[in-house]
């Protein structure tokens, strides 16, 4: 990542509430260009609120979320996707009825610029678009090594499958700005290895990311810039090796005195 690049996303004064709980405090950051920036915490910190303000699944209390300059706090889910914000959840959301392969192709849909009438009368440009779309995400599949689980219903994949068809449904929107949450949560040791190569591959081909994950040895790893959440507050920001050794974040996690 360029020291000089621009920012994609700028979180100004942000706040939510539910109820009596203040799950995210008056927080500020800012996303850069081509940066792989990650959200730590302890469990109940704030992180997945965070994400699920950024992307448009609930709203804020208070406070601004700029993409390239534009206030997108005011949209709706899709219209952030089509801007370019595309997700992954904690919990896995893939359609397991469905095949690996149209699990992807969903992910496609912020692309698509044929109506329903034209889908139905399967004219050339619906038919070019599908297949447009279908060849696509066969090379996602087959980046993310689920090129031979195609075909399969996505029910058969295993835990650590799963997450990767997660990705590749993300990716299949080419979004500008990557959410991650958890996306190594629950996997193998060498699954968590190939997560942090994907993140590394994806941010070397120009994307940005946004993650939150608790494997630290991947955070810590792939991570250009770290910020430490603790009940909905920021208490530290900075570079991996800065904050692996912040007192505030040692206390924060391990409950130790910040002045001991």
């Known amino acids: 990542m360029s020291e000089t690049a621009a920012t994609l996303l700028e979180v100004r004064g942000l706040a939510c509430r539910?109820?009596?709980?203040?799950?995210?405090?008056?927080?500020?950051?800012?996303v850069r260009e081509g940066e792989i920036k990650a959200i730590i915490g302890p469990n109940g910190a704030g992180k997945t609120t965070?994400?699920?303000?950024?992307?448009g699944v609930i709203s804020p209390s208070?406070?601004?979320?700029?993409?390239?300059?534009?206030?997108?706090?005011?949209?709706?889910?899709?219209q952030r996707a089509?801007?370019?914000i595309s997700r992954t959840f904690q919990n896995l959301q893939i359609f397991k009825e469905m095949t690996v392969l149209e699990n992807v192709m969903v992910g496609c849909h912020t692309r698509s610029h044929c109506g329903?009438?034209?889908?139905?009368?399967?004219?050339?440009r619906s038919l070019a678009e599908e297949r447009d779309i279908r060849n696509s995400s066969i090379e996602l599949l087959a980046r993310l090594g689920l090129?031979?689980?195609?075909?399969?219903?996505?029910?058969?994949?295993s835990f650590g499958e799963s997450k990767l068809l997660e990705i590749a449904r993300a990716l299949a929107a080419a979004p500008r700005l990557l959410l991650l949450d958890e996306p190594a949560a629950g996997v193998s040791h060498a699954a968590a290895l190939r997560v942090g190569d994907l993140i590394r591959e994806l941010n070397e081909d120009g994307l940005t990311v946004l993650l939150v994950e608790h494997n630290m040895g991947l955070v810590m790893n792939v991570s250009d810039s770290i910020i430490v959440?603790?009940?909905g507050r920021r208490i530290a920001e900075g570079p991996p090796a800065a904050i692996?050794?912040?007192?505030?974040?040692?206390?924060?996690?391990?409950?130790?005195?910040?002045d001991a």
């Open 244 to 258: 692996r050794s912040d007192p505030a974040v040692l206390a924060a996690y391990l409950g130790e005195d910040e």
């Open 62 to 78: 208070a406070g601004r979320i700029v993409l390239s300059g534009d206030a997108i706090d005011r949209l709706p889910a899709f």
């Open 116 to 124: 329903t009438l034209q889908a139905v009368r399967r004219t050339s």
């Open 229 to 231: 959440l603790d009940h």
């Open 18 to 30: 539910f109820g009596g709980l203040e799950a995210i405090a008056d927080l500020d950051f800012t």
């Open 147 to 157: 090129f031979d689980r195609a075909n399969e219903p996505a029910s058969s994949l």
């Open 50 to 55: 965070l994400f699920n303000i950024v992307s």
């Open 82 to 84: 089509r801007l370019g």
